[in-house]
Nanobody, 123 residues
Framework: QVQLVESGGGLVQAGGSLRLSCAASGRTFSSYVMGWFRQAPGKEREFVAVINWNSGTYHADSVKGRFTISRDNAKNMVYLQMNSLKPEDTAVYSC?????????????????WGQGTQVTVSS
């Protein structure tokens, strides 16, 4: 079992930055693939970024060059650094975990989810 708790969301102006954090419980955290997803009102959940145990990453085209996923296995933490934010980045951001070691980009592949944190970017 893995429990995930996100933090760091808030209101920011376009062009600004935020750093989201995801705290994970469980002694085997370092073996989990961790993903960030987002969901805007009236839209489907969207893949943002994913990272594996040795920090191999993949970012969605819509955030590439602006967002960076990272992890600290010693602290059981995953981060999403978001720069050059745009109003279209407004959504609830959630972290997710999967134990199979694959950089999945589909939300259906993930077994564990946090409750999400709201990010609002004003124009």
């Amino acid at each position: 079992q893995v429990q995930l708790v996100e933090s760091g969301g808030g209101l920011v102006q376009a062009g600004g930055s935020l750093r989201l954090s995801c705290a994970a419980s469980g002694r085997t955290f370092s073996s989990y693939v961790m993903g960030w997803f987002r969901q805007a009102p009236g839209k489907e959940r969207e893949f943002v970024a994913v990272i594996n145990w040795n920090s191999g990453t993949y970012h969605a085209d819509s955030v590439k060059g602006r967002f960076t996923i990272s992890r600290d296995n010693a602290k059981n933490m995953v981060y999403l650094q978001m720069n050059s934010l745009k109003p279209e980045d407004t959504a609830v951001y959630s972290c997710a975990a999967d134990s199979r070691g694959v950089l999945f980009r589909s939300a259906y592949e993930y077994d564990y989810w946090g409750q999400g944190t709201q990010v609002t970017v004003s124009s």
